[in-house]
């Protein structure tokens, strides 16, 4: 079942901008992943963040975690064309793999 | 790093007849794959849990004799979608975990089948 959201569904930023992107879950988890998916592509795994984690970096990229509020948060920083694809969150409820995508964001870095 | 391959790509059939799509973890045994689909602009849906030796677990709403899925050995997982209609084309993508990660949860993606059912 579907129940990650992100929030916008479309950014538009100029190269070396930073990117946000939101995620909204409904229940709870044991770990949130987001992936990457360039235009009829599979997906390439960016960053995995467990639920007693608050805070999660890997190169450019941020996450952030509140399972409070149910919602994660996607930055990368000084953004690339490279970049240019869409970003799904997935959640896994209970650690067996089983995920649910959110909607997705396409993101366009404009060079 | 980890590979997952799907064959074919791309894969054009006509009405009522079946496609196997095959899934296949290049570098690592796989006891557990998975399989969504996804429409056009739209978010990955899970299908099934593959799991090498035994019968697949579906999610709810999945036909289990339409979408039939064999994990047949560590390495290898199909999908085979029976009696095919045009409402059944998508981009198929499988994901496999590794049998040795452990407590990790990450998993590798497959690059996709697109499945076109004329």
């Known amino acids: 079942s579907q129940q990650g959201e992100e929030d916008p569904q479309a950014l538009s930023i100029q190269e070396g901008e930073n990117a946000t992107m939101n995620c909204s879950y409904k229940?709870?988890?044991?770990?949130l992943q987001w992936y990457r998916q360039n235009s009829g592509r599979g997906l390439v795994h960016l960053i995995l963040i467990r639920s007693n984690e608050r805070e999660k970096h890997s190169g450019r990229l941020r996450v952030t975690l509140d399972t409070s509020k149910k919602s994660s948060s996607l930055l990368i920083t000084a953004s690339r064309a490279a970049d240019t694809a869409s970003y799904f969150c997935a959640t896994d409820s209970d650690g067996n793999n089983r995920l649910a995508f959110g909607k997705g964001n396409q993101v366009v870095v404009i060079p | 790093g980890a590979v997952v391959s799907q064959h074919p790509s791309r894969v054009i059939c006509k009405s009522g007849t079946s496609v196997k799509i095959e899934c296949r973890s290049l570098d690592f045994q796989a006891t557990t794959m998975f399989w969504y689909r996804q429409f056009p602009k739209q978010s990955l849906m899970l299908m099934a849990t593959?799991?090498?030796?035994?019968?697949?677990?579906?999610e709810q709403g999945v036909e289990k004799d339409k979408f039939l899925i064999n994990h047949a050995s560590l390495t290898l997982s199909t999908l085979t979608v029976t009696s095919a209609h045009p409402e059944d084309s998508s981009f198929y993508i499988c994901?496999?975990?590794?049998?040795?990660?452990?407590?990790?949860?990450?998993?590798?993606f497959g690059p996709g089948t697109r499945l076109t059912v004329t």
């Open positions: 994901s496999a975990r590794d049998r040795l990660a452990g407590v990790t949860y990450e998993q590798y």
């Open positions: 593959s799991n090498e030796g035994s019968k697949a677990t579906y």
């Open positions: 229940t709870s988890i044991n770990n």
